[in-house]
């Protein structure tokens, strides 16, 4: 005999996640380990609701500093709580990144702006050096001198 004639139905995802954000747990104010959302408070809520309630923060590598969406990046923090820290903390450092990704710009500018006007213009006008007009330095013991020398060190005149 059953208890209902209520045939049973699997949980949605949004179900799922939402009794799964009922079991984390977070450090308050006064260090100690409470329930991300209370559960009393939770009877009354629907599962689209509890999520609600919820924001993902990106950690430990924040999208700023190249982090992703992937499931190992993100931490669920109760909504006031993910505002906060992004207002202050997240600020802080996303304002300090554009201050140095700014000053490495300006760097970089100077330089190819300076590497840009020191380069001498390609002179079409002129033509290139012929053999007879450019002298090669010789190396000593090269196939081009009639010096060739042993590696017992004495110098013999080729053949």
């Known amino acids: ?5 209520k ?3 699997n949980p949605t995802k949004d179900e799922k ?3 799964t954000l009922l079991q984390l747990k977070r450090f308050n104010e006064a260090g100690e ?3 991300l959302i209370d559960r009393e408070q939770a ?3 629907s599962a689209s609701e509890l999520i609600s309630c919820v924001d993902f923060d990106h950690w430990p590598v924040a999208v700023s500093l190249g982090g992703t969406n992937h499931p190992t990046n993100l931490v669920p923090k109760l909504r006031a709580d993910h505002k906060k820290k992004t ?3 997240d600020a802080k450092i996303n304002a300090k990144l554009r201050r140095i990704l700014a000053k490495e710009k300006e760097k970089s500018d100077k330089l190819s702006s300076f590497y840009r ?3 001498p213009a390609p002179d079409t006008a002129a033509s290139p050096k012929t053999a007879v007009e450019k002298k090669k330095r010789q190396i000593m013991g090269s196939k081009s001198t009639p010096f060739k020398k042993k590696l017992n060190g004495k110098t013999e005149i080729r053949k």
């Open 1 to 5: 005999m059953r208890l209902t004639d």
């Open 7 to 9: 045939k049973r139905t």
């Open 17 to 19: 996640l939402a009794a």
């Open 33 to 35: 380990l409470v329930p």
């Open 43 to 45: 009877k009354g809520m």
């Open 87 to 89: 207002a202050t903390k």
């Open 117 to 119: 006007n020191t380069r």
